[in-house]
């Protein structure tokens, strides 16, 4: 097994509902939660995160592609919003990404384009299986670097 990113992704949280700092390779942000679930909303929620991180592969793969092409198609957008039902006991997860050519893009480009954007990693990532696994441990079995950090500092 080989881990996707060379160093995880840290995070941590202290006594403020529910600040938690978040490191990751180059820096380090807050998330938190909005005021209705109690939070101070000081940065974006798990949901946002999510979102945003469709978003931004659904866009950089296009960009990718666009760019491999030599297609003049300077600028696209893209809204992305879920929503969750239960059916037959098992909770479903939608997850709806709206594109936006800014540019005239032909209808053979329009077609690979969807196609593409379908087919970044991380919607491929959701549409397979996925095994979360919990590894708990204590004081002396956290990194020192973790314990030292106040996680409302930036």
């Known amino acids: 097994m080989q881990y996707k990113m060379a160093n995880p992704v840290k995070g941590t949280i202290g006594e403020i509902k529910y600040r938690c700092r978040i490191e990751w ?21 798990p949901f946002t995160l999510f979102l945003s991180s469709v978003v931004s592969c659904t866009l950089a793969t296009l960009r990718m592609y666009i760019d491999r092409k ?32 800014l540019s005239p893009v032909s209808a053979e480009q329009r077609e690979k384009l969807v196609s593409i954007a379908k087919a970044c990693p991380v919607s491929r990532l959701l549409e397979g299986d ?23 500092d930036s």
């Open 25 to 45: 390779r180059n820096g380090a942000f807050v998330a938190d939660e909005p005021p209705s679930a109690g939070g101070q909303d000081e940065g974006p929620d």
């Open 70 to 101: 030599g297609w003049n198609i300077p600028n696209i957008a893209m809204n992305a919003n879920m929503y969750q039902v239960t059916r037959n006991g098992q909770l479903v997860t939608h997850v709806d990404k709206d594109l936006y050519f």
């Open 130 to 152: 996925i095994i979360l696994t919990t590894l708990v441990g204590e004081g002396a079995d956290v990194a020192p670097e973790m314990l030292a950090r106040n996680p409302i």
